[in-house]
């Protein structure tokens, strides 16, 4: 199922199309890659009720302070999967985890892979735990960023800014060859047109201040 833009480019799922398909399996990712946006409870209740089984992607949720977490207790047929990629920043250590009722755990159990996640990973992984408030503090500062980079974002008029719940934000441009301008003056950022919407798209990651503010004269100079 392809999303569509409102006109305030916040991308948003349909739940009757799931309600009249009633499929056996649906992803949902909340906030979503590369939107940014965040489904409501009211439509990821609407698709539990309807799918026969719901994996809802979570890798972005602690930039958003919104998750669905405890929905697992009415929806036994809700998988919530999270991930150290983001928040903790250890894309490279594979480690992340679902949560789901105790049926569904015992049979991913049954076909997960012995030693899944090595032992530096989980020791790596606990380390992080243990210093949560560390990564807190970053994730505290790469939200108020993200605010006024959005803020800054939507004063360059050939841009659209859809709003993020995540550690980056998807905006549309209405110029061409921007990722490659951009790429010119040093600044990666990644081409999310691919998605099915309409137009260039373009992700920017939330850097460090300095590095948000170089990216906007950058963009105000192409
Ligand atoms: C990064 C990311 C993940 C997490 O991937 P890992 O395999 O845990 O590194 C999951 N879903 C989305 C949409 C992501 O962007």
Known sequence: MRPSASPFL???????????????????????????????????????????????DEAYVEFSGNSMLDMVRDFDNLIVLRSFSKFFALAGMRVGYAVCSTEIAEAIEKVRLPFGISHPAVETAIAALRS???????????VAER??????????????????????????AKKEGVVEKLAEKGFIVRDASVIGLEGLHIRITVGKPEENEMLIEALKEI
């Open 132 to 142: 949560i408030d560390y990564y807190r503090e970053i994730r505290d500062k790469i």
């Open 147 to 172: 605010e006024k980079l959005i803020e800054n974002l939507k004063k360059i008029e050939w841009l659209e800014v859809y709003p993020s719940d995540a550690n980056f934000v998807l905006v549309k």
């Open 10 to 56: 916040r991308v948003q799922i349909n739940p009757d199309i799931i309600a009249n398909e009633r499929p056996k399996l649906v992803f949902l990712c909340s906030p979503n890659n590369p939107t940014g946006n965040s489904l409501s409870r009211e439509i990821v209740q609407k698709v539990a009720e309807s799918a026969e089984y719901v994996v809802l």
